[in-house]
């Protein structure tokens, strides 16, 4: 599946309020679309240029809106970019940067039974969105996250067969897993050096002897 271009450089990260506003303004300009699918992709295709342009909440917005899509089409992602536009599915490479840069300290984590709201400058992210920002974050090393991400996934377990983005949060992990053995073998060979020959075999011939 072909991915939008090479991941921005960061410049900022929205607190929610704003790119919600921002969303808003722009479904309402965009409407009456022809069709709902072109509206999904004229204002999903507004969200990833401010992405591209550095502002990574937008991106999490577009990595949202691929796995509400990837939902409703019963998982597949050809349908998926069909909507949104070929070569713009936010892949792996994309939500794993946007995960790096979450700012953990500005993140809203409501408490079970919590009525307050969002401060004007939180961010808001999905349920599964912050436990893959926490995989992200323990594969970093991060022990605090790994606590919370080993505390969230007891708590998930009970709720999974009934929250549709688990398996998003599952596949994350399962790239992220596969990105670092990636990553650490071309170290590992380096440090072993070049594995050895193997001898050449010897062929039998047609009767049987070698």
């Given at each position: 599946?072909?991915?939008?271009?090479?991941v921005?450089?960061?410049?900022?990260?929205?607190?929610?309020?704003?790119?919600?506003?921002?969303?808003?303004d722009?479904?309402a300009?965009?409407?009456?679309?022809?069709?709902p699918?072109?509206?999904?992709?004229?204002?999903?295709g507004?969200?990833?240029?401010?992405?591209?342009?550095?502002?990574?909440?937008?991106?999490?917005?577009?990595w949202?809106?691929?796995?509400?899509?990837?939902n409703?089409?019963?998982?597949?992602?050809?349908q998926?970019?069909?909507?949104?536009?070929e070569?713009?599915?936010?892949?792996?490479?994309?939500?794993?940067?946007?995960?790096?840069?979450?700012?953990?300290?500005?993140?809203?984590?409501?408490?079970?039974?919590d009525?307050?709201?969002?401060?004007p400058?939180?961010?808001?992210?999905?349920p599964?969105?912050?436990?893959?920002?926490?995989?992200?974050?323990?594969?970093?090393?991060?022990?605090?996250?790994?606590?919370?991400?080993e505390?969230?996934?007891?708590?998930?377990?009970?709720?999974?067969?009934t929250?549709?983005?688990?398996?998003?949060?599952?596949?994350f992990?399962?790239?992220?897993?596969?990105?670092?053995?990636?990553?650490?073998?071309?170290?590992?060979a380096?440090a072993?050096?070049?594995?050895?020959?193997?001898p050449?075999?010897?062929?039998?011939?047609a009767?049987?002897?070698?």
């Amino acid at each position: 599946m072909a991915e939008p271009v090479a991941v921005p450089e960061f410049r900022a990260f929205s607190p929610t309020k704003r790119v919600d506003l921002l969303i808003a303004d722009w479904r309402a300009e965009l409407s009456p679309a022809p069709n709902p699918e072109a509206l999904e992709r004229d204002l999903y295709g507004k969200a990833l240029e401010v992405y591209l342009e550095g502002d990574y909440a937008f991106g999490a917005w577009c990595w949202f809106e691929c796995d509400r899509l990837a939902n409703a089409f019963q998982g597949r992602v050809a349908q998926v970019s069909r909507v949104v536009g070929e070569g713009r599915y936010l892949g792996f490479s994309h939500r794993k940067a946007i995960a790096d840069r979450v700012p953990l300290d500005r993140v809203y984590r409501p408490r079970k039974g919590d009525m307050s709201t969002p401060r004007p400058e939180a961010i808001v992210l999905a349920p599964y969105q912050l436990l893959c920002v926490y995989a992200a974050r323990a594969a970093q090393g991060d022990a605090r996250s790994k606590a919370q991400l080993e505390i969230a996934l007891g708590e998930l377990e009970e709720r999974r067969r009934t929250d549709p983005f688990t398996p998003h949060l599952e596949t994350f992990r399962r790239l992220l897993e596969r990105a670092q053995r990636a990553a650490s073998a071309p170290a590992a060979a380096g440090a072993t050096g070049s594995a050895p020959a193997r001898p050449a075999r010897r062929l039998r011939r047609a009767d049987g002897k070698m």
